[in-house]
Nanobody, 124 residues
């Protein structure tokens, strides 16, 4: 059974940093893309950053790349999201997701597995 379990969320002041973790299990993810999404109250779930598990190549859509970084640790079967210079508008539930295949998906419907989410709250 595939499981994605996020951790590392919490309350942080504006300008601070957090590192989210996504522990994956249940199968080999070598031909998967992994990604972080976020969903703020009343808004659509949006793509944040993605990474190809096998190559470690990263991809993004939008303006978050400069403050956020995605990485993975093969030995620990874990994907990370490092978030720096956090702003109140970064407040959201952050989700880890996995998509089969060899592309660079960014749409929610392209992903096959999801974690339960972890809350990030940035105070001003």
């Amino acid at each position: 059974q595939v499981q994605l379990v996020e951790s590392g969320g919490g309350l942080v002041q504006a300008g601070g940093s957090l590192r989210l973790s996504c522990a994956v299990s249940g199968r080999t993810f070598s031909n998967y893309a992994m990604a972080w999404f976020r969903q703020a109250p009343g808004k659509e779930r949006e793509f944040v950053l993605g990474i190809r598990w096998s190559s470690g190549s990263t991809y993004y859509a939008g303006s978050l790349k400069g403050r956020f970084t995605i990485s993975r640790d093969n030995a620990k079967n874990t994907v990370y999201l490092q978030m720096n210079s956090l702003k109140p508008e970064d407040t959201a539930v952050y989700y880890c997701a996995a998509a089969r295949g060899y592309s660079y998906p960014t749409n929610r419907g392209e992903f096959d597995y999801w974690g339960q989410g972890t809350q990030v709250t940035v105070s001003s």
